[in-house]
Structure formats: structure tokens, C-alpha cells
């Protein structure tokens, strides 16, 4: 088992007060580095990304970035300087590779919070770690439910304070469905709108084939906007489909001919069952799909 890399960033948003470092220092990960007066800790004030690195190369890092600079403005906090956070992912997988060796497949985590309480200085850190082994999921497939979110689908325009969108700290809602969904004899969870319609998972997107055409559901149902999704149908474009968002009903995912949730680590899992209906899964696509976003280089 690897050892974590970590990396203190310094001058976490364009705001910062100049430093002599480069904005980012490395530190233990296994000794203690954050207060406990942070906000990120007391009330999961913050947010987060998650980026799949393969063979030394960050995947979609630029999506990520500019995805964790939405999560910042839907949340009311200062803009991530982005080039910091860009050489602090870089200079993680590059100290991995330097004391654990090279391995195939990684992630780097950034994440940002608003700091400890009453200071107005936001905190950030960076670590790398290798990536549990997916091979089961991305090959033979995974057993989901349907769980209802408790919000209507257009909950991101009605309450935008709830903050539908942003991939922020509070993940305890995600964790608990996929606890709820282990006690159902499933491995993961698709959440659905109260008013029926098809969002996505705890940490990954929807991907349905119906005939020749790839779908996802649009992602102004307070659906975060997938970078893994964006290459699966770069990756079904290149072959021919039709692709599009679009609002999904609910019970029309029964009537797909495959179903994926795709994710930045995890990448692309076809269901083999959904509430206990059985779907084929093709063993071939499924690892020519993986094969290629594992092969992305940027």
C-alpha cells in the first residue's frame, strides 16, 4: 500500500499575499496539518475534485479546474487561483512517482474550504494516492438502485442556496445512500428527482444507450457536469452515435439497452442490474470504453 503524497497550497486563491514559495509546500501526510477550527471541518465548508491520473498524466485537468472554480462562485468564495492549484497537482504526482514508484493509475484530490473560523483565509491541500483496483466493476459490472434525492428536478433554479451543482464537502448524504443501497444487496445508487426524473449518482454520472443514441441527463436538474461523461461520448461520437442531454424519466431508464455510471477514478462501470432487473453487459465495450479514457492525456 502506498504512502499518500500531500501538498500544503499556500496561496490557495488569486487573492493570496505574495510568498517566496511556489504556492504550495509539501508535508506528511501522515502527521497532523489542519486546524480543527476549520471550517471545512466544523460544518463542511468547502469543496472539492477528484482527477484520475493514468500513466503519469492528470486526465481532464483543466475541466476539473475549472469546475472546482464553479463550485468556489456557487458557494460565495474567492476565486482558486488556478495556476497554483494546476503545478500542485503536477508537482503530487510527480513526488508519487519519485518515492513509490510508477503506478498505472493514480488520483489526485484537491480541495479548498474557507478556513478556520473568523480569519477570512481560505485553506488548501493537494494530495496523490494510487487507485484501488476496479477491474471487477469496470468489467463485469455493478448492482445499483434507485434512491429518491428528496428534490425536484429544477431544485437548482428554485433554491439555489442548497447548493445542487457544487462538489462540495458535505458528503454525508452520499455516503448514507450508498450505505442504503449496500443494506438493498446493490453497489451503488442512481438518485432520482421527487418529481421522477433520472439525475445521477453519489460521485458519478449517468450514461444510457437507447438504440444508436448515448443520453445523460442535462445537467440544469442540479447535476454536477461530468468530465469522465464529456469523454464517454467523445469516445461514442467517434463510433457513430447520436449523443444529448436531456431530462430522463425515471422508469425510462428500464427501457435502455445498457447503462453506465462513469466517474473520474472509478471511470466507466456498465450496470448488470438496476432495483433487481437484470441488464446484459458487453465485457468487450466495456473494456474498449475503459481502455479509452484510461489512454487520455490531458
Do not use: C
Not at 511556489?22 to 471545512?40: E, I, K
Not at 464553479?70 to 487561483?81: F, K, Q, T, V
Not at 504526482?93 to 489526485?108: C, K, Q, T, V, W
Not at 442548497?162 to 444487496?185: C, F, I
Amino acid at each position: 500500500m502506498s504512502t499518500p503524497i500531500l501538498f500544503l497550497v499556500t496561496r490557495p486563491v488569486l487573492s493570496s499575499p505574495p510568498a517566496e514559495d511556489a504556492g504550495f509546500v509539501q508535508a506528511r501526510a501522515d502527521a497532523p496539518q489542519l486546524n480543527v477550527m476549520d471550517l471545512g471541518v466544523t460544518r463542511g465548508d468547502g469543496f472539492f475534485e477528484t482527477i484520475s491520473v493514468a500513466n503519469g498524466h492528470p486526465q481532464a485537468l483543466e475541466p476539473h479546474l475549472a469546475r472546482f472554480s464553479h463550485s468556489a462562485s456557487l458557494m460565495d468564495m474567492p476565486e482558486p487561483n488556478r495556476t497554483v492549484w494546476r503545478q500542485a497537482v503536477l508537482a503530487a504526482i510527480a513526488a508519487h512517482e519519485r518515492e513509490s514508484g510508477s503506478s498505472p493509475e493514480l488520483f489526485a484530490k484537491i480541495i479548498m474550504t474557507r478556513g478556520v473560523e473568523g480569519t477570512g483565509m481560505a485553506t488548501g491541500w493537494v494530495y496523490a494516492d494510487e487507485v484501488e483496483d476496479f477491474g471487477a466493476a469496470r468489467r463485469d459490472g455493478i448492482r445499483v438502485v434507485r434512491l429518491d434525492r428528496g428534490y425536484r428536478h429544477d431544485v437548482a433554479q428554485t433554491s439555489p442556496w442548497l447548493l445542487q451543482g457544487a462538489k462540495t464537502l458535505s458528503y454525508a448524504v452520499n455516503r448514507a445512500a450508498v450505505r442504503e443501497a449496500a443494506r438493498r444487496g446493490a453497489d451503488d445508487v442512481i438518485f432520482v428527482s421527487s418529481d421522477g426524473y433520472a439525475l445521477e449518482g453519489p460521485t458519478s454520472n449517468v450514461i444510457a444507450r437507447f438504440g444508436n443514441r448515448i443520453v445523460t441527463p442535462q445537467t440544469d436538474q442540479g447535476i454536477l457536469a461530468g468530465t469522465t461523461q464529456a469523454s464517454v461520448f467523445e469516445f461514442f461520437k467517434e463510433r457513430g452515435f447520436e449523443t444529448a442531454y436531456e431530462r430522463v424519466a425515471a422508469d425510462l431508464l428500464d427501457e435502455a439497452d445498457a447503462l453506465w455510471l462513469v466517474s473520474s477514478v472509478r471511470q466507466a462501470a456498465p450496470l448488470r442490474s438496476l432495483d433487481g432487473r437484470e441488464f446484459p453487459v458487453n465485457a468487450a465495450l466495456a473494456g474498449q470504453l475503459n481502455a479509452f479514457l484510461l489512454a487520455r492525456v490531458k
